[in-house]
């Protein structure tokens, strides 16, 4: 009988003072065993997935692992030049590290590759690791969207994904060359995650994923038009129920605690005894009502990172699947989203308090101020500020031309966010920083706030956007990202922003570090009551990928003054 193998994975994905999961994708039924622990593989489309959930670890221990399918160990492999994988219980101390970063395309590691996407920063990142003290690895790593390209597969998997859409009807034409099904879909994640230092990195740093537009198709819910139009598309029921479904089994399932899970009934069903037809259908049902009907699914998550001596709350926000297009009433994140979001920000875990609060949304909340004007002012003008005609038609194809659909670009969830902000400033126990966490824009950066009325200095607020990992920005749109920064620029903006009666927000904020254009990540270090962001961009060095340190930013404490933008000559 041939041996079970790996076919993805293994994944460490949630990992607490003594609990953590472990995915892994098979060639086969049959049992995986980690540390003991026992779980079936269960089996969708034909392909075959196991989630082990351990218990009973050491709280603050290193603890290597093996994986095993059906007593067969398969993991790690024995020609690896990478050291064995491991699990790391929070510490009884008061450290932390987040890595975080989005946008990673899949192209290969040789002089062309690099030379048109550059250097890989989650490859740089393993290979850094592989030379470090394991006190200097992240505890974390939040991937912020993008991890896979439906709509931009590799070369590598173009010419599979065209004779596997051989015979499709003409209203297929523009996406024969795109991801259609949930087994295209696997296709994509293979290729991205099974790179060998990839997958070590991913086998031994806990990860949280977020999913953003091009995890379905660019563009995904920028308007209620953008929307009209692709659900008429004949090949739309498919990409959606293939997104979805590969979504909630590769990225969302490993973000849930091994108690949410118990809670969780998508979860409960694919382990059910029912047939391989039946466990597909069910879950592609599933996949078709979390876009159709956004309050049936939460993707958003939390997780509290640390010990009793630090207090650490991250709120992963879903800001694309639970938006709400009505041009009446619309947001970001819908309705029963922003009371999750309000609540978790608001009611840390019994016994404990915030010592700093990490909201992570794939898309920026804080932008260069020209182009937060210019989101503003293009909402205004869609919805009708212009004209009910000429003008929104004018607004609505800038709005998809240009992507301007961040935080800025739905002026009532911006709001509310700035609310919540000043409504944690005034807790009894005030954090010491509220980190907003972002990518998508390809481009990274630090923003520091100010909220009118309150001490800068508590809570530190700050905007950290790091993009991309790999999928580097043309030559023409960093320029206008600069030039969007530049005063001129964005005086301009506003004004064209007012003149479409666009209120100010009472917020204030500049960019302080960046923008960069590199392909690279950031690392919150959190020690105690103290914040600071390492900034990394990706190199090759003598033929290795690896990282350069760019910054190391100060993120805690009285904010610096800021800097001057023009001498007055002396006279």
Known sequence: MTTASLVVGPLLRYVDT????????TDRPCTVRILGQDAPTWTVHGHHYALVVIEGLQPGSVIPYTVALDDTQVWPEPATTFPPSVMRTFRDDDEFRLAFGSCRRSAPFDEAGLKQFGADA???????MRDAPIEEWPDAIFLGGDQVYADTPSEALLERIRTAHEGKPEDWDEVRDEIGNFEEYTWLY?????PEPIRWLLSTVPTCMLLDDHDLRDDWNTSQTWRDWVTKQAWWPDRVRGAFASYWIYQHLGNLSPSELELDTTWAMVRMDISDAERSERLDAFAWRSDAEPDSARWSYYRDFGSEKLGIRMLAIDSRCSRRLDPDDRGI????????LQEKATHPAEGQNFDHLIVASPLPFLVAKGIHHMEGWNEAVAGGAWGPNRGKRFGEWVRQEVDLEHWPAFRKSFGIVVDLLRTIAKFEHTPASVLVLSGDVHCSYTAR?????IDPAVPALHQLTMSPFRNPLEPQIRFANRALKARGVRGFMHLLARSARVEDVDIDWDIDNGPWFENGVM??????RDAQVEVDHACVDN??????????????GPPPPRRKLFRRRRT
């Open 18 to 25: 003594t609990r953590a999961t472990v995915w892994v994708e």
């Open 122 to 128: 989650l490859v740089g990142l393993a290979n850094k």
């Open 190 to 194: 293979s290729e991205s995650w099974t």
């Open 333 to 340: 994140v819908d309705h029963v989203e922003r009371e999750w």
């Open 449 to 453: 706030a100010t909220l009118p009325g």
């Open 523 to 528: 690392t919150v270090v959190i020690r105690g």
């Open 543 to 556: 033929g290795v990928q690896g990282l350069r340190r760019t910054a190391t930013i100060q993120l805690t």
